[in-house]
């Protein structure tokens, strides 16, 4: 919905063009001086500001200021009277999209709108492609036989409207899934609208997901649009579904069921057509058995299952995710890093990834940012991995072990003790030389 913020201190101009903008389809918001637009903007999602140039507190010159420090993408357009022009030709050299003279002329001014809007559509348009362009050429990475499942399994349900269930541990790359059967579906022009569940309240999830009217509760100082609203047409993913509360599931439940629901504090109902991508690392089964979560809920979204099984039990992916990841970053960092060789992918191989994608992403980065000119070091991986976790490195022997617990044990030394070796040998019981023995074994160096 294409949201306009109309900012004047005449309350009759305000009636009127509001009631016109509204016949046109458009949602109006309006404010009596630049300092109250400035709080709506901080809380409403505001496709175009139309100001006054003279207002009390803060006019609409200072109010375009704020809105290009702060909102630089957001248009403008300044209303003016014949006495103010020299104002209006200052404002469109600080950026406004365009200005009108008061009295305004209805076509003129719905025309102006209008071709804000469209330039606005194209301007979205433009970007989304070319961030659809940047996720296609990296959507979920991997030469499994998990991973090409889901791919095709991605193919054959996206263009449907069926509900899907996304499983598996954090890290695994569940938003990464939904967001591929967005891309893929027949809404993928339509917005794809994200609420992780467990990050909230039951109260401001809520608020949230339904919307709120302007007193509905303390603080509600002004109307909220829901994400079941904004997502109409589109794909609402609700993130860790299962930490959802036993209340909510039952609203969620009757929203699915009905397509219908109503804001926070009105009884008017709102119909929205949306798909719903859930996800969760729990085990829903077993929740359901325990009470945790609704039976009746979890047989409606679990249409299309998609588990993503761990990184340990598909380590054939650990190449190509790791190369993948130093190409990206190495563009973002104006770095030049090689892809890995067969040793430092045996090494990724032999740890367990408890974090799992998110984990060996953050471990790419680490080894982007300390490489030595053009390639990662295996052994700065190792350490790292073992720094980690060292009870997920699977070990070929027990000499190994102890000989990487050592060395483990000798660097955190070194690096308290500023690599100062006289107190470093002094602090862990051996002698200078055997300390130089151990560094030149290890093949440890400072930086």
């Known amino acids: 919905m294409f949201n306009i913020l109309l900012v004047d201190d005449d309350l009759g101009f305000i009636h009127i063009h509001k009631k016109i903008l509204e016949r046109k389809n458009y949602r109006v918001i309006t404010a009596n001086s630049g300092v109250e637009a400035i709080e709506i903007l901080k809380r409403e999602n505001i496709s175009l500001v139309i100001t006054d140039i003279v207002m009390p507190q803060m006019g609409g010159l200072e109010l375009l200021r704020n809105i290009k420090k702060y909102w630089s993408d957001l248009p403008v357009i300044v209303l003016t009277g014949k006495s103010s022009i020299e104002s209006a030709v200052q404002s469109m050299r600080e950026g406004a999209y365009t200005y009108l003279t008061k009295p305004v002329n209805v076509d003129e001014f719905l025309i102006e709108i209008n071709k804000c809007r469209t330039y606005q559509e194209l301007k979205a348009e433009n970007i989304y492609l070319k961030e659809r362009l940047i996720q296609e050429k990296g959507e979920f990475l991997g030469k499994s036989s998990v991973v090409n499942g889901i791919r095709d399994k991605v193919m054959i349900a996206a263009p449907t409207n ?76 609700l993130d860790e579904i299962g930490d959802m509360s036993l209340n909510m599931q039952t609203k969620l439940l009757r929203v699915l069921q009905e397509k219908e629901f109503q804001r926070v504090g009105s009884s008017k109902t709102i119909y929205s057509d949306f798909r719903l991508i859930a996800a969760t690392n729990k085990d829903l089964i077993k929740e359901v058995k325990e009470g945790n979560f609704r039976e009746d809920l979890y047989y409606r979204i679990n249409v299309i299952p998609v588990h993503i099984t761990p990184l340990r039990e598909r380590k054939e992916d650990i190449g190509v995710l ?30 367990n990834w408890p974090g799992n994608v998110r984990e060996l992403k953050n471990i790419a980065e680490r080894g982007v940012v300390f490489a030595r000119e053009d390639k990662i070091d295996a052994n700065f991986i190792k350490n790292q991995l073992i720094f980690n976790n060292d009870s997920s490195f699977d070990e070929k022997s027990l000499k190994e072990a102890r000989e990487n617990f050592e060395k483990n044990f000798i660097i955190e030394a070194l690096i308290e003790n500023q690599w100062n070796i006289s107190k470093t040998a002094e602090e862990i019981g051996i002698a200078r030389k055997n300390l130089y023995e151990k560094i030149k074994k290890y093949d440890l160096q400072e930086n």
Not at 220 to 236: D, M, Q, V, Y
Not at 333 to 339: E, Q, S, T, W
Request: glycine fraction near 8%; hydrophobic fraction near 35%; aromatic fraction near 8%.
């Open 322 to 351: 790791f190369n993948h990841f130093i190409e990206k970053i190495s563009i973002e960092m104006n770095r030049n890093i090689k892809p890995i060789d067969h040793e430092l992918e045996r090494i990724l191989k032999t740890y």
């Open 162 to 237: 069926s509900t899907i269930l996304i499983t598996g541990e954090s890290g695994t790359g569940k938003e990464l899934i939904a967001e591929l059967f967005h891309r893929k579906s027949l809404r993928k022009n339509k917005p794809l609208i994200k609420v992780n569940c467990a990050a909230l309240s039951e109260t401001i999830l809520e608020s949230e997901l339904f919307g709120h009217e302007k007193g509905a509760f303390t603080g509600a100082s002004e109307r909220r649009i829901g994400r079941f609203e904004i997502a109409h047409e589109g794909t609402l993913f």
